[in-house]
């Protein structure tokens, strides 16, 4: 059987990507019940972080150990591959001692170097290009709210980033409306939008984007390693802050994600982030954790 790796959704059919939230919300449920599931006994995760982080690292970590697996942190500074060693051999000798690795990098191109090497599966945990895991804790978030997003219409407002290219993918693989508002010059790349095809729209409006939206989604509008552009990107994004007045253009049961952190007056009111009859961003924060456990096991079972 070949290796099955998480690069982006798209890695997933349809109907695994359908599996994979359905046992999210199983594995949620038997937490919740104290009942214990540990099919990574003696598996080893190895995490791999150019790019630092809270969600990522404490879901990964603690989702290894709630399965009856353990987890490595490594960072550059402290292994060779901050001292140049290259990928495809760090690759080899990596997959050699663990039995899964989850990268969080810069370059998307690290993350297919390291997975053509490999001997395990490998998991995108962030790249500049896409965040996978972060959507199949979005996509599970809406299914326990509000059941399939087939059909429905979802509302992108702001950076055409590593988190909007995922959306699209999801989009996609779930059949709704994407409406991706941004100013010009920060779209998403257009092969990505091309492939998508009549699935995604790009606007200019966030209040034509959101009118009629079931989910509305945002992010920060500098993401990680563009702080040098802060400034001019709040110049640029001007207008696109989410609050409760342009959630008055959804739906009246439409739902408000962040991938987080947020800066709360920039991309999102605090008033919304805190407002829980609409902002289900702690949920979401929550189901990274059982998304993730999912996913390991869906590649585990299928990679061996």
């Keep these: 059987m070949a290796i099955r790796h998480f690069l982006t959704l798209l890695d997933l059919s349809k109907d695994e990507l359908n599996s994979v939230i359905e046992r999210a919300i199983e594995l949620k449920a038997l937490r919740a019940q104290g009942i214990a599931t540990t099919p990574f006994r003696d598996k080893v995760l190895g995490m791999i972080f150019e790019k630092s982080s809270t969600r990522t690292r404490v879901s990964f970590e603690a989702g290894m150990t709630q399965m009856g697996g353990s987890a490595l942190f490594l960072s550059p500074r402290d292994t060779q591959l ?142 990680m390693g563009q702080e040098t552009e802060q400034k001019e990107r709040e110049r640029a994004f001007q207008g696109f802050l989410v609050d409760h007045e342009l959630m008055s253009h959804a739906n009246s049961d439409a739902v408000f994600m962040h991938c987080l952190p947020a800066h709360r007056g920039e991309e999102v009111s605090g008033e919304l982030l805190e407002d829980e009859t609409i902002s289900v961003v702690w949920d979401e924060a929550e189901n990274r954790l059982h998304a993730q456990k999912a996913l390991m096991e869906f590649l585990q079972e299928n990679s061996e």
């Excluded at 979802?154 to 999801?170: E, K, T």
């Excluded at 994407?178 to 920060?186: K, S, T, W």
């Excluded at 079931?214 to 500098?222: C, F, G, H, S």
């Design 82 to 223: 901050g001292r140049g060693e290259p990928i495809e051999d760090s690759a080899r000798v990596i997959s050699r001692m663990v039995d899964m690795v989850m990268i969080r990098t810069f370059g998307h191109n690290v993350l297919e170097r390291f997975a053509e090497y490999s001997r395990v599966p490998v998991i995108n945990a962030l790249s500049d290009s896409y965040h996978p895991c972060q959507l199949l804790a979005d996509i599970q978030t809406y299914v326990e709210h509000r059941g399939s997003p087939a059909g429905k219409v979802v509302a992108w407002v702001g950076d055409g980033n590593n988190m909007c290219h995922s959306y699209i993918n999801a989009a996609r693989q779930c059949d709704f409306e994407l409406r991706i508002a941004c100013p010009e010059g920060y779209e998403p790349e257009e092969s990505i939008v091309a492939a998508a095809g009549d699935r995604v729209r790009i606007m200019r409006k966030p209040a034509e984007a959101v009118r009629g939206a079931d989910w509305v989604a945002t992010d920060v509008w500098a993401s």
